[in-house]
C-alpha cells in the first residue's frame, strides 16, 4: 500500500483526472453563468490532456501528445468563439444567465 | 520514480490542481473562479511536466494562462460591472451533486479494483520537442495544416461575431 502511494503510477494521472472531470461536469450542469460554464468546459478538456499525456507516457508512444497538442488549439479556438457568442448574448439579453436564454421556446 | 522528493513535489502539484479546480466549481464569486482557474491551469502544466511533456506543459501556459484565462477574464468584464460582485446562481443541484459524487467514486473504484494497466517497458523519457517536431512533420503533417484552417476561420468568426454593431443601435 504504502509502496503503491509512493511510486507515483498511471493510477495517480488518472485520479487527478476523474476530479478534474467531476468538477467540470458539476459546473457545468449546475452554474447558470455562462462563463462558469466554459469554465467547467476547459476543466473537462484539461482532465482530457492529463489522460492523453499520461497513456502517452506509460506506452510510450507519441500519439497521446500530438493529440494533447491538438485538443489544446481547438480548446482556444472554442474559447474565442464562445465568448463571442456570451457578448453577443449579453448585448440582447442583458444577462448571462443561461437559463433566461429561453425565446425558442414557445 | 520512487524518489521521495519526486514524490512529495508531485502530490504537492497534484493537490494545488484538485483544490484550486474545487474552488473554481464551489466558490460563488465569478472574478474568484477564474482566478482560481490560473492555479489549476499552472498545476496542470506541472503535471505535463511530470508525463515528460515538457513542450506541451510549455504550450498550457502560454495558450491557457496567456490566452483562454485572459479571454474569460475580459468575458467576466464585459458582463458584469466589476464593482458588484456578481454572484452566479445554482441550478440543478441535486443532480448535479449526484452525477458529481457517483461518477468520480464509480471512476477511481474501477482504477482502484482493477490491475489491468500494463505498462510499456520504453516510457517516455527525457524532452520531447525534438520528436514533437518530426512527428508534426510527418505523420500528422494533414492534422496540423487543417488544425491552422480551423484556427483562421475561429478567430476570423470571432471577431466578426463580437465586433460592435453600429447599424443594430
Redesign the interface.
Known amino acids: 500500500m504504502t ?1 503503491q502511494l ?11 483526472s ?10 457545468v ?5 455562462a ?2 460554464v ?3 468546459v ?2 473537462i478538456l ?1 482532465a482530457a ?2 489522460n492523453f ?2 497513456f ?5 508512444g ?1 500519439e497521446g ?2 493529440f ?3 485538443v ?10 464562445a ?6 448574448i ?1 448585448k440582447i439579453f442583458k444577462s ?2 443561461v ?1 433566461s436564454i429561453d425565446s425558442l421556446k414557445e | ?2 524518489n ?1 522528493t ?2 512529495v513535489i ?1 502530490y504537492l502539484f ?1 493537490a494545488i ?2 483544490c484550486s ?2 474552488f ?2 464551489f466558490t460563488r464569486n ?1 472574478i474568484y ?2 482566478f482560481s ?1 490560473l492555479f ?2 499552472f498545476g ?1 502544466a506541472a ?2 511536466v ?4 515538457d ?2 506543459a510549455v ?2 501556459v502560454v ?2 494562462v496567456g ?2 484565462l485572459v ?2 477574464l ?3 468584464m ?2 458584469n460591472s466589476i464593482m458588484k460582485v ?1 454572484k ?6 441535486i ?3 449526484l ?2 459524487v457517483g ?2 467514486g464509480a ?2 473504484y474501477t ?2 479494483t482493477t490491475h489491468g ?1 500494463m ?6 523519457q527525457g524532452s ?1 520537442v525534438e ?2 517536431g518530426f ?2 512533420m510527418s ?2 503533417v494533414l ?1 496540423f495544416e487543417m ?1 491552422s484552417i ?2 483562421l476561420a ?2 476570423i ?3 466578426f ?2 465586433r460592435f454593431d453600429k447599424s443594430s443601435k
Not at chain 1, 502517452?56 to 510510450?60: E, T, Y
Not at chain 2, 511530470?50 to 511533456?53: D, E, G, H, R, Y
Open positions: 509502496e509512493t511510486t507515483i503510477g498511471l493510477n495517480h494521472y488518472l485520479t487527478i476523474a476530479f478534474l472531470l467531476g468538477f467540470g461536469l458539476f459546473a450542469i449546475t452554474r447558470k453563468n462563463i462558469v466554459l469554465m467547467g476547459e476543466l484539461n490532456n492529463i499525456l499520461a502517452s507516457k506509460f506506452n510510450g507519441m501528445v500530438m494533447a497538442l491538438f489544446i488549439v481547438i480548446a482556444a479556438a472554442e474559447a474565442a468563439i465568448l463571442a457568442i456570451v457578448i453577443n449579453y448571462v444567465d437559463s | 520514480m520512487s521521495p519526486y514524490t508531485f497534484a490542481t484538485v479546480a474545487a473554481v466549481v465569478v473562479s477564474a482557474l489549476t491551469f496542470a503535471l505535463y511530470f508525463l515528460s511533456a513542450f506541451i504550450t498550457q495558450v491557457y490566452g483562454i479571454l474569460l475580459f468575458g467576466v464585459f458582463t456578481q452566479s446562481e445554482v441550478i440543478n443541484i443532480p448535479g451533486t452525477l458529481l461518477m468520480i471512476m477511481l482504477f482502484y494497466w505498462p510499456s517497458e520504453t516510457l517516455l520531447i520528436r514533437i512527428e508534426t505523420r500528422y492534422p488544425v480551423l484556427l475561429a478567430l468568426g470571432a471577431a461575431l463580437a
